[in-house]
Every structure is written in structure tokens, then in C-alpha cells.
């Protein structure tokens, strides 16, 4: 079954840092561009990082940029969000979509159908 499963997510101290993953199983994430987005209780979804599909680049929302460290693990066939100095407005849910589209930005709206594949999200929680 073709899926992507996020972990990673829980609770965190304000000034540490988290990674998060985003595992693919039955596709090879290298064919797609993955995204992570979040989501927090009634705002608007951010796109956060993208890692292209077809050369291995990297963009980031400049609003969170300088904090994220997106990578790609080939081997493993994961995708990971790491974030350092969290602050409790890093609280969301956070999901990984894998497809062609690269969205960053701090609010981003898609057509459904937009990304082939989405993981079930993990929850966030910044504590100050």
C-alpha cells in the first residue's frame, strides 16, 4: 500500500529542537518533491519546506527560514523536518505531501489532488 507515515512529532521545551519524519512506503520518495505544511487551530495551513523531486533543492518560507533543515534520506526512503529554537507558535499539526508541486508560504491554498500522496500528520506541542 502506497503511503506516507509522519512521526517524530510530541512535546517540546521553547529553544530545543525537533525532527520529524516522513517515511514513504510502496513509492520511492525520490521521484516526488516532498512538502511539509502545519497547520495550527483555526489558521491558515503554512507550506514550510519543499525538497525537489528532480534535483534535490530545498526552499523554505521565509517566515521560518534560518529554524528548518529539510533532507532526504534515499536509502531510507524518508523525508525529515528538522526545527531548532521551537517556540510554543511552532505548536501545530504538521504533515509531509510528496507530488510535483513545491508550495512554501505563510498561508497556502491548493486545488484537492494537488499532491499524490499525504501522511496522516503528527501533532506538535511547544512548550514555553
Known amino acids: 500500500q502506497e503511503r506516507l507515515v509522519e512521526s517524530g512529532g510530541g512535546l517540546g521545551q521553547a529553544g530545543g529542537s525537533l525532527k520529524l519524519s516522513c517515511l514513504a512506503s510502496g513509492f520511492t520518495l525520490d521521484h516526488y518533491t516532498i512538502n511539509w505544511f502545519r497547520q495550527a487551530p483555526g489558521k491558515q495551513r503554512e507550506g514550510l519546506a519543499c525538497f525537489s523531486g528532480s534535483d534535490g533543492a530545498t526552499e523554505y518560507a521565509e517566515h521560518v527560514k534560518g529554524r528548518l533543515t529539510i533532507s532526504r534520506d534515499n536509502v531510507k526512503n524518508t523525508v525529515y523536518l528538522e526545527i531548532v529554537s521551537v517556540k510554543p507558535d511552532d505548536s501545530a499539526n504538521y504533515s509531509c505531501?510528496?507530488?510535483?508541486?513545491?508550495?512554501?508560504?505563510?498561508?497556502?491554498?491548493?486545488?484537492?489532488?494537488?499532491?499524490?500522496?499525504w501522511g496522516q500528520g503528527a501533532q506538535v506541542t511547544v512548550s514555553s
Open positions: 505531501a510528496a507530488g510535483e508541486l513545491c508550495l512554501v508560504g505563510q498561508a497556502v491554498i491548493f486545488t484537492p489532488g494537488a499532491y499524490d500522496y
